[in-house]
């Protein structure tokens, strides 16, 4: 079946604008994950969705950071008035349940101006 | 102490050699373990999951889990040039609600 798609796989903007990262989840994965991964770096966990449940967002580094979930499908991060530093790959990952493996997505590749 | 810990390398052994990865984790009640290897300028993609104390093997690769000692490892063997990667673990903590946690990875290079 089809796997974890994201959208755009490219951003550029400028400094202090808005954007919205898109994530579609492989069909019947109830958990979602957000990751940022900057250049030459590892994982760095960003939020998680699991079925109903409030979303863990111990990961979020300021309060310029959201992401929803409708249901147990489509994700978005938004990251209002961007800075320089959130320049980075930013990947989604969905997986069965909590304690499954988790299958990742191709990344958004955000570069503010 | 980190929750997942990893050599960053980098490993460099020769063609045909096999690579040994290690990981170490610090959560003892964890109980999934997995390994993800990441090309440079790709996602993660996962190699294997690995549950039970024990060795399981998967055509060039076999995990290695441990939980007394703490520690999962990768053996790659007949390595590759196109392995040359960084290599993932991750293991699924208990604690908090069933986490999974990401270590920095190991990068490998396999020389021709």
């Known amino acids: 079946g089809a796997g974890v798609s994201q959208s755009p796989s490219n951003k550029v903007t400028e400094k202090g604008k808005d954007v919205e990262l898109r994530c579609d989840p492989i069909s019947g994965h109830t958990a979602l994950y957000w990751y940022r991964q900057r250049l030459g770096q590892g994982l760095e966990f960003l939020i998680y969705f699991q079925g109903n449940s409030a979303p863990d967002k111990s990961g979020l580094p300021s309060d310029r950071f959201s992401a929803e979930r409708t249901g147990e499908s489509v994700s978005t991060l938004t990251i209002q008035r961007t800075q320089q530093e959130d320049s980075a790959v930013y990947l989604c990952?969905?997986?069965?349940?909590?304690?499954?493996?988790?299958?990742f997505g191709p990344g958004t590749r955000l570069t503010v101006l | 102490q980190k929750e997942v810990e990893q050599n960053s390398g980098p490993l460099s052994v020769p063609e045909g050699a096999i690579a040994s990865l290690n990981c170490t984790y610090s959560?003892?009640?964890?109980?999934?373990f997995f390994w993800y290897r990441q090309y440079s300028g790709k996602s993660p993609e996962l190699i294997m999951s690995i549950y039970s104390n024990g060795d399981k093997e998967d055509g060039r690769f076999t995990a290695q889990l441990n939980k007394a000692s703490q520690y999962v490892s990768l053996l790659i063997r007949d390595s590759q040039p196109s392995d040359s990667a960084t290599y993932l673990c991750?293991?699924?903590?208990?604690?908090?609600?069933?986490?999974?946690?990401f270590g920095a990875g190991t990068r490998l290079f396999v020389k021709a």
């Open positions: 990952a969905s997986s069965l349940n909590l304690a499954s493996e988790q299958f």
């Open positions: 959560d003892r009640v964890s109980q999934s």
């Open positions: 991750a293991v699924n903590s208990g604690a908090g609600g069933f986490k999974t946690i």
